[in-house]
Structures are given as structure tokens and as C-alpha cells.
């Protein structure tokens, strides 16, 4: 089992910076890949930004050249520094992890933290 804990969501103008933080805890051993994923109300959660353990990245073209998705793997954190944030970027915001046990993969989510940008 892995938990994930996040945190650094909040209220924040347009063009203004955010940074999210996301602690794991449990068997981090198994994770491979964590990132953050973005759902609005009666929308499918969407990829926002992935980071392997090797520290490959991959974003949305959304948030492209704004976002910076890092990792700290001594503090099993995985960071999400948003820049230039835009109204539409007011959403829920999910960490997540992918582990492999076994050859088996396993994701889990933290419980999401609300950021808001207001024009």
C-alpha cells in the first residue's frame, strides 16, 4: 500500500505561482512513475504532469513551458511548480503513483487539493 499526501493548493491571481507537494509514504519501494492529474467538475481526470523514477518527464501540452513537475526520491516528494497560472487552470488536483509488485501495477491517488486562479 502506498499513501499520498498532498499540499500547497490554494487561492492565487492569474500569472501568479503555485507550488504542490506530494508526500508518499508506505511501500515506496514499489513506485515507478508519480505525477499530478487535474479533474473539473463533470470532466474526466486529466494528465497534468508524470515523473519516473529515473526522472523522465512528461507534460500536458496545456501546461507546457508553465508547469515544472520534480522529485525528491530521499523525501519520496514529488513537487508540481506552477507558473503563469491562468483561471483555467482552477481545478481539483490529484497526486498519483504507480507502483509495480510482483509485475503487477497498482495506482494510487491521493485525496486531491483545490487550486483556484482568479483573473
Known amino acids: 500500500q502506498v499513501q499520498l499526501v498532498e499540499s500547497g493548493g490554494g487561492l492565487v491571481q492569474a500569472g501568479g505561482s503555485l507550488r504542490l507537494s506530494c508526500a508518499a509514504s508506505g511501500s515506496i519501494f514499489s513506485i515507478n512513475t508519480m505525477g499530478w492529474y487535474r479533474q473539473a467538475p463533470g470532466k474526466q481526470r486529466e494528465l497534468v504532469a508524470t515523473?519516473?523514477?529515473?526522472?523522465?518527464?512528461n507534460y500536458a501540452d496545456s501546461v507546457k513551458g508553465r508547469f515544472t513537475i520534480s522529485r525528491d526520491n530521499a523525501k519520496n516528494t514529488v513537487y508540481l511548480q506552477m507558473n503563469s497560472l491562468k483561471p483555467e487552470d482552477t481545478v481539483v488536483y490529484y497526486c498519483h503513483a504507480r507502483a509495480l509488485v510482483a509485475g503487477i501495477p497498482y495506482n494510487y491517488w491521493g485525496q486531491g487539493t483545490q487550486v483556484t486562479v482568479s483573473s
Open positions: 515523473i519516473t523514477s529515473g526522472g523522465s518527464t
